[in-house]
Structures are given as C-alpha cells and as structure tokens.
C-alpha cells in the first residue's frame, strides 16, 4: 500500500470503490479548508464528496447523501502496520 490514500474511496462495501484495508488507516478528509468527518465517499480529481444527508434512508436502509464540490486533500490517520519495524528502535534482547 502506497502512503498516500486513494483518489477516490466509499465507505459503501456495495462500490466498486470500497478499499476496507484504506479504511482500516484511517482515511482524514479536508474539504475547503475545513476537517470533515462526516464524509461517506469522495474524488480528488473530480472535486467531490458525499455526506449523510441527516438521518434519512432509502428503502434499502443505505444513507441519503449530498454531493458537494469544492477542494478536497486527505491522508492517512495512522501509518501503515508495516511502518511501525522501520523506525530505527533498538533490538529487543
């Protein structure tokens, strides 16, 4: 896994961009300069995401959502389970 996030990510299991392994991190989403963590899917390229729209469901029991454009950068929340080996710490005896 690279440590950048990717371009476009759902938290949908049903998408086609679902990445459970991403979502596991962490994924940290700013859109126009405000932190948001109500965020369900998102695109960088395109300049988008999608938010719960309140409590509201369709008749399959999904969240209505909104798609809202503007400025959008995210990261990773916590480094990859990897990462943690190559800190340069000492040996354990």
């Not at 959008?72 to 389970?81: G, L």
């Amino acid at each position: 896994m690279t440590d950048s996030p990717p371009d476009r990510l759902s938290t949908d299991p049903s998408s086609p961009h679902f990445d459970q392994a991403a979502l596991e991190r962490g994924i940290g989403i700013r859109f126009k300069g405000a932190e948001r963590k109500d965020v369900e899917e998102y695109s960088i390229p395109d300049g988008w995401i999608r938010v719960a729209l309140g409590k509201k469901v369709d008749r399959r029991g999904r969240p209505l959502t909104l798609k809202l454009s503007g400025d959008v950068e995210s990261w990773f929340e916590r480094p990859a389970a990897g990462d943690n080996a190559d800190e340069g710490g000492e040996p354990e005896a």
